[in-house]
């Protein structure tokens, strides 16, 4: 059987105990808060590492990523070589009204031009001012934090120990072969 008014009692005496704790405001303005070292606050961009390959763009389920490029024709560098082009970078935006901060371009980018910055302050009055061209995106690479060292007791990356196995083995080729003044 329940006796009626205990939850009002409860409620109540949770009230009393607030009341009586001190109150922790955080003076935002004029102490910036201490973010944890992975948060996620605006998206930088190295314009030298982007090749246009519109990877970010597709895969960015808000549409929000704006790219154009250009190709631009490298000339042969010996006789009867051919051409190359490869593209130029004219225009790479990110729109963060409608940004989910979702890291999938970031996750995406093969070539690494894209990091989370952790700077929260980009609020506008004008909301098509929060659109941000390459030129302010490259402003941001600055709060970029440096990438979080390596536990010294993890195991070596699979990646180091093949690379280190194939150095060993070119070494051990290049000592069996003869030196160029020895052969006849």
């Known amino acids: 059987m329940r006796i009626p008014g205990v939850g009002l009692a409860r409620g109540l005496a949770l009230t009393m105990r607030q009341l009586t704790r001190r109150s922790v405001t955080a003076h935002y303005p004029d102490a910036l808060p201490e973010l944890p070292p992975r948060s ?11 090749t246009s390959c519109m990877l970010c763009a597709r895969e960015c389920p808000a549409w929000c ?22 593209n130029v970078l ?3 935006a990110i729109d963060f009204s409608i940004c989910m901060y979702c890291s999938i371009c970031i996750e995406v980018c093969p ?22 061209e390459k030129d302010r995106l490259r402003e941001w690479m600055w709060t970029v934090p440096a990438p979080v060292a390596l536990d010294p007791n993890a195991e070596p990356a699979k990646e180091i120990g093949v690379a280190q196995k194939a150095a060993e083995k070119a ?13 006849p």
Do not use: M, Q
């Open 40 to 50: 996620r606050g605006v998206i930088a961009l190295i314009e030298e590492n982007c």
């Open 65 to 86: 990523i704006y790219i154009d490029s250009h190709k631009d024709v490298i000339p042969a560098t010996t006789e009867g070589g051919k051409d190359k082009t490869r």
């Open 90 to 92: 004219d225009r790479f």
């Open 111 to 132: 070539f690494d031009a894209l990091h989370w910055s952790s700077e929260f302050e980009y609020a506008e009055l004008d909301i098509r001012e929060l659109t941000h």
């Open 171 to 183: 070494a051990e080729k290049a000592a069996e072969r003869p030196a160029p003044e020895d052969r």
